[in-house]
């Protein structure tokens, strides 16, 4: 059973649209964080949040840690190509990180 | 170019033979991590090291091994290799264990196929 449920496992959008990802769990964090991985490589981190209730903004990238630190949220503001990837999202807890099940992003040009 | 290198980039291995992954990174971080990535089921932790000598057991540790004989290298054995083990393996480091901004620098994988 994983720990982190992202939503939806599959999206694929026209350029331009813009769309959200959740990753939720039943369980409190004491950080979340978001990384992006393109094909053959491994994830990059994106951004971390500590803070429940916290945003932060990464240009059109928009990140939300949920008030009680179970879950947080990414959109993605008029997305472009260039925004393709998995997009996975991981909860610190006991010093480690545990990482959710993903989310393939395809926007379309 | 500092980073994280693994080897083999894939690998064919026929089930109960045994098999090393290799790991090396340059940046002289204290801990690292090996993960394996499976459709649907994200990264999941197979074992980590917080320190040079020192490993533990991560969420899916079973027919797995490490060692940790210096800060650079960290092996990952698989003993007697089954099916259910293809996957694709990634190591990671961190400067440090734990700590809410731990961010993780991640190699560029291993695919492996057992058969």
């Known amino acids: 059973t994983q720990l982190l449920e992202q939503s939806p496992q599959f999206l694929s959008i026209q350029e331009g649209e813009n769309l959200t990802v959740y990753c939720n769990s039943s369980s409190v964090f004491s950080s979340l964080q978001w990384y992006r991985q393109e094909p053959g490589e491994g994830p990059v981190l994106l951004v971390t949040v500590v803070t429940g209730g916290e945003v932060k903004k990464l240009k059109r990238l928009t990140f939300q840690f949920g008030d009680a630190r179970k879950d947080s949220s990414l959109h993605i503001t008029a997305a472009q190509p260039g925004d393709t990837g998995l997009y996975l999202c991981a909860g610190g807890r006991y010093n480690q990180f545990y990482f959710g099940t993903g989310t393939s992003l395809t926007v379309i040009p | 170019i500092a980073g994280i290198t693994q080897a083999p980039t894939s690998q064919i291995l026929a089930a109960g033979r045994r098999m090393t992954l290799r790991c090396t990174q340059d940046m002289r971080h204290n801990a690292m991590y090996w993960y394996r990535q499976d459709l649907g089921l994200g990264l999941r932790l197979i074992h980590y090291?917080?320190?040079?000598?020192?490993?533990g057991k991560g969420e899916v540790p079973d027919g797995y091994s490490v060692s940790r004989a210096n800060t650079d290298d960290f092996p990952l054995t698989l003993a007697s290799a089954v099916p259910s083990q293809t996957s694709v393996y990634f190591c990671?480091?961190?400067?440090?264990?734990?700590?809410?901004?731990?961010?993780?620098?991640f190699g560029p994988g291993t695919r492996l196929t057992v058969l």
């Open positions: 990671a480091s961190s400067d440090e264990a734990g700590g809410p901004f731990n961010e993780q620098f």
């Open positions: 090291s917080n320190t040079a000598g020192t490993t």
